[in-house]
DNA sequence: AAAGCCATGCAACCGATTTGCAAAGTTATG
DNA sequence: CATAACTTTGCAAATCGGTTGCATGGCTTT
């Protein structure tokens, strides 16, 4: 992606374009599944990994992106569709390939809506299938 | 609960019924939400945290309990419904309250069905939601 | 009673995440 | 332009939940 789209997409979130987080953002932007903070250290030749683990936090506080806890105990992070204000109802289904390790993001599919018991009050959720992806099934 | 419906428990689901698994067996019984490892070790006196580890393992691969990940990083417990077989069909959503921190099965709400992209391949999965519980929402 | 097996307890390790702190870079102010 | 104030970055180290190795102890089997 070039620079003035990144740029653009960090102003939106008011987040100010560094070097570095350009460089994560565009890393990320590349990514056609959600990816661990380790995952993207290795994309890297020689980055500290705490340098990613923040600029990571900033953006997911930014809603720049959001993070999968698809129950592997390593977070995944994907890139927010725009506009996204990461609310219960712009929330997708996450799936987990138990053979590839990747993570997909299934932004077509909403999380279906569950009634809760009297009094309960949803403020997130989060809905993980795991199994085998199109490429591992066959 | 009398030692002899958890040593019919145990026996139901082939583990042998030790002092200690009895004991981890009525602790878990007489929760009303679902509990970390850390909760129960505080729930005893004197207990090695990991033989109470070893002890919730093997209640899971015996499918006595069913673990559940609520996204905070420390993985809750609870007791599977008699005969349970802990498969898709079987699964139950989970509720976990932001401000008590508690984590619900909620048994009676299973999880939606979603049609999964062409190709993929169901086997498990997982639906949290978060919020508030009916304690913490008035 | 001896041999074998399983359960328990303690030490130590592991990977993911998080914090502390100082150095480097940026922005605002005089 | 120079300095102060603030933000970002890099490195070290701590934390935390989960896990493994190994020796001890208890029960079962022969």
Same mark, same amino acid.
């Given at each position: 992606? #070039?620079?003035? $789209?990144?740029?653009?997409?960090? +102003? /939106?979130?008011? %987040?100010?374009?560094? /070097?570095?987080? =350009?460089?994560? =953002? ?10 661990? =903070? ?8 020689? %980055?500290?990994? %705490?340098?990613?683990? $923040? ?6 506080? +930014? ?11 390593? /977070?995944?992070? /994907? ?7 990461? #609310?219960?109802?712009? @929330?997708?289904?996450?799936? +987990? ?8 993001? =299934? ?6 809506? %569950? #009634? @809760? ?22």
């Amino acid at each position: 992606m #070039n620079d003035q $789209r990144l740029i653009t997409i960090l +102003h /939106a979130r008011s %987040v100010k374009p560094t /070097a570095m987080r =350009l460089l994560v =953002l565009d890393m990320l932007a590349q990514q056609e599944t959600a990816i661990s =903070l380790s995952d993207l250290e290795e994309q890297f030749d020689k %980055v500290d990994k %705490v340098t990613l683990y $923040r600029t990571l936090k900033t953006f997911e506080q +930014h809603k720049i992106i959001h993070s999968i806890d698809d129950g592997t105990g390593s /977070a995944k992070y /994907a890139l927010c569709s725009e506009g996204c204000e990461c #609310n219960p109802g712009d @929330l997708h289904v996450h799936f +987990h390939c138990q053979l590839c390790k990747r993570t997909f993001c =299934l932004t077509d599919y909403t999380i279906p809506a %569950v #009634n @809760l018991p009297q009094k309960f009050v949803l403020k997130e959720m989060n809905m993980v299938m795991k199994g085998l992806c199109e490429d591992c099934s066959t």
